[in-house]
């Protein structure tokens, strides 16, 4: 069965610090998406980033990295230099890969909520 | 860019009554996700579509049925509605196995 853990319920920064998000990933697909996804407190979901199993590079996006290792099945999130605008609960999430065209459902880690101060 | 438009995006209802919820894909996405999110909760999983035709089941109750319609809107209608069906409800919708987007939710409150 596919899991996903983010062990970090709650983490709370002051401006400016860096902050990673963990996210660690259970599946028997050798095809597979993984996704980070922000709800701040209004309450809608926005996606930051997808990547498949196959995609091991590691990114960088102005102040967003991820960092993708399939051999501990991590796909960790970090924040650069946190804005209180950062502060919100943040969603790693796993879909499978299908043979047909449709697309699956994500199952969800609980979420972690970052709260970061000025 | 046009996103997914859910309505309405606040609802109460009183126990055993029943509720519709509307969903408008983007644009071109053949895909339809319904999520609950119960308070403090992570999204669950509830059913997708995929060309109109039901694609995936997740916790659905049987309290709950969807469907997509030819203009690719999708109606998910709960019935017997209970305490605990108070949610944060999203759709979502996706070309195929792209990324899925998400609409603002419907926020249900059952008293």
């Known amino acids: 069965a596919q899991k996903v853990t983010q062990a970090q319920t709650e983490i709370s920064v002051v401006e400016k610090e860096d902050v990673t998000l963990d996210c660690v990933y259970e599946?028997?697909?050798?095809?597979?998406?993984l996704f980070w996804y922000k709800q701040p407190p209004s309450g809608e979901l926005v996606f930051l980033i997808r990547r498949n199993s196959f995609d091991e590079q590691n990114e960088i996006s102005g102040r967003y990295s991820w960092n993708f290792q399939k051999s501990t099945s991590s796909f960790n999130f970090t924040i650069t230099a946190s804005q209180v605008v950062d502060s919100a609960v943040y969603f790693c999430?796993?879909?499978?890969?299908?043979?047909?065209?449709?697309?699956?459902?994500?199952?969800f880690g609980k979420g972690t909520t970052l709260s970061v101060s000025s | 860019a046009a996103g997914v438009i859910q309505s309405p995006r606040h609802l109460i209802k009183e126990k055993r009554e029943t509720a519709t919820l509307k969903c408008y894909p983007i644009?071109?996405?053949?895909?339809v996700y319904w999520y609950q999110q119960g308070p403090g909760q992570d999204p669950q999983f509830l059913i997708s579509f995929y060309e109109k035709m039901q694609s995936d089941k997740g916790s659905i109750p049987d309290r709950f049925s969807a469907q997509q319609f030819s203009d690719y809107h999708s109606e998910l209608n709960m019935s017997s509605l209970e305490l605990g069906d108070s949610a944060l409800y999203f759709c979502?919708?996706?070309?195929?196995?792209?990324?899925?987007?998400f609409g603002a939710g419907t926020r249900l409150s059952v008293l």
């Open positions: 979502a919708s996706s070309e195929g196995v792209n990324i899925q987007y």
């Open positions: 999430a796993l879909s499978e890969s299908r043979a047909n065209q449709a697309g699956t459902a994500l199952i």
């Open positions: 644009p071109r996405h053949d895909t």
């Open positions: 599946t028997r697909d050798t095809t597979y998406y």
